[in-house]
């Protein structure tokens, strides 16, 4: 939240946007600056910031050149109202989240193969790898591929695209690192990890608060064993 609160101050005090009429994106400072502004434009939907972009653009120019209509202090107040209607937003989203989530595990931990540890991660192999295939430890280094959804089937993020990963197995979620040992190289599991077990009560970028994940993983191999 406070790198999205710095963009918006960034923005307000210090950005340039073009008319449309003048935009001529083969200028490489044209072609800079709409790319500076159509990376806060992002940041700002995946933060699901309630704001007009033509206000927006207009704060831009006036204090480019020089007439604010609004103070100082008027601009800080703003953004203090604006920050605490996110506040507000995101606990009323986390309480629905939670709520939601709740339901779906308890529905999911019914179902054929699917297991529960006492953590409550939910797991469910859906493809055997090596009969004498290792299983990683806490300290190792993994590479897998991934594909993660929430609960009703958004993707958020896919490694399926893209290269396999590779990280140290104790620097990711609780969710994932306490899963992947249960694998053995090669195998594939589906995992449903509650809130606690992934980004909480605060979320990320694109992965709202109190969010139930749903990962589908696959074991490559263990990079380094420790």
């Not at 960034?10 to 490489?28: C, F, H, I, Y």
């Not at 993994?142 to 990280?167: A, C, N, Q, W």
Request: hydrophobic share 40%; glycine share 10%; charged share 25%.
């Amino acid at each position: 939240m406070k790198r999205i609160f710095n963009i918006v101050m960034a923005v307000s005090l210090t950005g340039a946007v073009l008319a449309e009429d003048q935009l001529n994106l083969k200028d490489p400072k044209a072609r800079s600056s709409y790319a500076v502004g159509a990376d806060i434009g992002n940041s700002m939907k995946r933060q699901d910031l309630d704001l007009d972009p033509q206000a927006l653009a207009a704060g831009i120019v006036d204090i480019f050149a020089g007439k604010s209509k609004l103070t100082d202090d008027e601009i800080k107040a703003a953004l203090e109202d604006l920050k605490g209607q996110m506040m507000a937003k995101m606990k009323n989203a986390g309480v629905e989240n939670l709520k939601k989530g709740t339901e779906f595990l308890a529905a999911n931990g019914k179902k054929e193969g699917v297991k529960t540890t006492a953590s409550g991660l939910q797991y469910k192999l859906l493809k055997a790898g090596k009969a004498d295939g290792k299983s990683p430890k806490a300290t190792d280094t993994v590479k897998v591929h991934y594909h993660g959804t929430m609960i009703d089937g958004e993707v958020f993020d896919s490694s399926l695209k893209r290269e396999p990963v590779t990280f140290p197995l104790n620097g990711v979620i609780p969710g994932w690192t306490e899963g992947l040992q249960l694998m053995k190289e090669g195998d594939k599991f589906q995992f449903v990890i509650p809130p606690d077990l992934a980004y909480g009560e605060q979320g990320r970028p694109g992965i709202k608060p109190n969010s139930v994940l749903i990962f589908e993983v696959e074991l490559l191999g263990i990079e380094k064993a420790n």
